[in-house]
C-alpha cells in the first residue's frame, strides 16, 4: 500500500470517527440538555468539515501520484 493510499484510508477513518462522534453528541445532547455535549457536537461536526476540505486538498494536490 503506498502512502498515498495509506493517507487516503486514514483521512477516511478519521472522517467517519468525527462524524460518528459529532451523531453521538447530538443524540447525548437530545438526551440531557448538557451544554457540553451541544459544544462536543459542534465542534465535531466543523472537525468533520475541516478534515472533507483537507481532502480534497490532498486529493487535488497528489493527484499525479499513482496508488501503487
Keep these: 500500500m ?3 493510499a495509506f493517507h487516503i484510508v486514514f ?11 459529532t ?6 445532547f437530545a438526551r440531557t440538555q448538557s451544554s457540553n455535549h451541544l459544544t462536543a457536537a459542534i465542534c ?5 468539515l475541516m478534515v472533507l ?5 490532498f486529493l487535488k494536490k497528489l493527484k ?3 496508488y501503487q
Design 11 to 21: 483521512v477516511l477513518a478519521t472522517l467517519a470517527l468525527t462524524l460518528f462522534l
Design 53 to 57: 476540505v483537507y481532502g480534497r486538498f
Design 23 to 28: 451523531v453521538w453528541a447530538y443524540q447525548e
Design 44 to 48: 465535531a461536526a466543523v472537525t468533520s
Design 2 to 4: 503506498s502512502l498515498k
Design 64 to 66: 499525479h501520484i499513482s
